[in-house]
């Protein structure tokens, strides 16, 4: 059983910056991929970004160039760096991991205009 707990959700202006954590305790042993998804208001959840053990990543267009995924595998924990936000990053940001799609309790992110 992996359990993942995140933290470093916040209120920003647009143009600032956060820092998002994702601590996986448990079986960590057993997870290849861990990552970000968003919900935001009155929409669907969407993949922010991805990094397999191995430091392959993967992001959304939207957030190319202003969102950097990275990680501390002696930690187990997940990072995402988002600079330069803007008022569409506004959500709820969860931490995912597989191959047993589990997921974190969620973050809220809100990015002020």
């Known amino acids: 059983q992996v359990q993942l707990v995140e933290s470093g959700g916040g209120l920003v202006q647009a143009g600032g910056s956060l820092r998002l954590s994702c601590a996986a305790s448990g079986s960590t042993f057993i997870v290849n991929i861990m990552g970000w998804y968003r919900q935001a208001p009155g929409k669907q959840r969407e993949l922010v970004a991805l990094i397999t053990r191995g430091g392959t990543t993967n992001y959304a267009d939207s957030v190319k160039g202003r969102f950097t995924i990275s990680q501390d595998n002696a930690k187990n924990t997940v990072y995402l760096q988002m600079n330069n936000q803007k008022p569409e990053d506004t959500g709820v940001y969860s931490c995912?991991?597989?191959?047993?799609?589990?997921w974190g309790q969620g973050t809220q992110v809100n990015v002020s205009s």
């Open positions: 995912y991991a597989r191959p047993d799609d589990l």
